[in-house]
């Protein structure tokens, strides 16, 4: 097996290019549901198109993974990526931005289902759990930009007034994401990806795929990704929109940038996440958050507007370790074909299309604040994950306790 840091960075690159536009959805979402005249669910229904691509994508892209190139399939996952992007800045309208996300989510969906095995591979399983958690810290940086970008080009529509209709200049920032998705896709083309030396990597059919999937561990981590998405995108979607029905704050400005701030918390709880993993078993560090990120999300959907602006991005911070937490412990629970493995984890991601599109029905029924209760369910099943998950590879840290065990 090949360790490469180049391959290790290019991993984490490609995680900040996928949270900077998936994350673009939060603050976008009072523009595109004035915009646009939908209502509560039917902006809700955007992410829902983004993330059901993962449930689409993921198990073909692990399968083609395991029996070609990895690389192919990234190449394949940028090209679609960009394809996805220029329909909508061509095509600005409701449906044709519902079938954009779905096609750009079908993309990061095949991309999500390369790296992370990747970052396995090229940086070795017992840093695997250090190395996600620093993905999720510069991603984190990059969810934090990207609404600030967002603003950017809805207070200066001058740049692209050629390129977007005069009533929607936030489409801008597609370009800027189609931009990027071209550069990622020259870099990848330079290139080489490290393989596992292991046979038993090979996926033999798509019989074995289904055979994984009913393997109880799996199905465990499956519902865990699927609730750390559903939270992440349950808060972060619907925080401007809180803050506007509740606590009457302007969207653009206020809203936008408690957003950026939830990210950008995130990063500064990334990097306490990556000094802990050095000193504390993962599962301990994950347990932790997770109870303190219930409490603030209490105090932000039932606090006061200076209470709630405050700890909307402190619950953030406490998200920062969860799903490097989450994922690498599924990945350290199973003995082999973690290509597989890793595609049906990405269908779980289908779990941020669920919850945002939960969170805006019942918002419809029953008001924003009780639909957005909902994260409470997601965030005590990853509790229950990290008191009784059972790890093959342990986390190294510092003391050098990285163990395993023989159970195949």
Not at 184 to 193: A, E, I, P
Request: glycine residues 10%; aromatic residues 16%; proline residues 4%.
């Amino acid at each position: 097996m090949k360790r490469s840091l180049i391959v290790v960075w290019f991993t984490i690159l490609s995680f900040c290019v996928i949270s900077f536009q998936t994350n673009l959805l939060g603050p976008l979402a009072p523009d595109v549901k004035s915009g646009f005249h939908l209502s509560l669910a039917l902006t809700g229904m955007l992410p829902f198109s983004f993330f059901i691509a993962y449930g689409v994508m993921s198990i073909p892209a692990g399968y083609l993974a395991e029996t070609f190139n990895p690389k192919i399939v990234a190449v394949g996952a940028f090209v679609t990526i960009i394809l996805g992007t220029l329909l909508f800045v061509f095509y600005p309208n409701f449906i044709d931005f519902a079938l954009s996300l779905f096609i750009v989510g079908a993309g990061m969906a095949m991309l999500q289902v390369v790296i992370n095995p990747l970052l396995r591979t090229a940086g070795g399983e017992e840093k695997y759990s250090f190395y996600l958690v620093l993905a999720q810290l510069l991603a984190g940086f990059a969810s934090f930009i990207s609404p600030f970008v967002y603003s950017y080009f809805v207070l200066h529509p001058r740049i692209f007034a050629h390129l977007v209709p005069a009533k929607l200049p936030w489409i801008s920032v597609y370009w800027i994401c189609g931009l990027i998705a071209i550069g990622m896709l020259l870099l990848v083309v330079l290139l080489k990806f490290p393989r596992e030396d292991s046979a038993d990597e090979k996926l033999e059919s798509f019989k074995t795929m289904m055979k994984l999937f009913s393997n109880p561990t799996i199905i465990m981590f499956f519902f865990g990704i699927f609730a750390y998405v559903g939270t992440e995108q349950g808060i972060s979607v619907w925080i401007s929109k809180f803050l506007s029905t509740y606590h009457g704050m302007n969207p653009h400005t206020v809203g936008a940038h408690d957003v950026a701030l939830f990210w950008g918390v995130m990063t500064a709880g990334g990097l306490l996440g990556l000094i802990l993993l050095k000193l504390i078993d993962v599962q301990i560090v994950l347990a932790s958050f997770v109870v303190c990120a219930i409490v603030t999300l209490g105090f932000a959907l039932f606090g006061s507007a200076e209470v709630s602006l405050f700890a909307f991005p402190i619950c953030g911070f406490f998200l920062s370790v969860m799903y490097p937490g989450v994922y690498s412990l599924g990945l350290n629970s199973v003995a082999k074909h973690h290509g597989s493995v890793a595609g049906i984890f990405c269908t779980a991601i289908i779990g941020g299309a669920v919850v945002a599109f939960l969170i805006g029905y019942l918002g419809d029924l029953f008001g924003l604040r009780v639909g957005m209760m909902l994260n409470f369910v997601t965030l005590f099943y990853m509790l229950y994950l990290a008191c009784f998950a059972k790890p093959l590879v342990r986390n190294e840290t510092i003391w050098g306790q990285v163990s395993t065990t023989d159970k195949p």
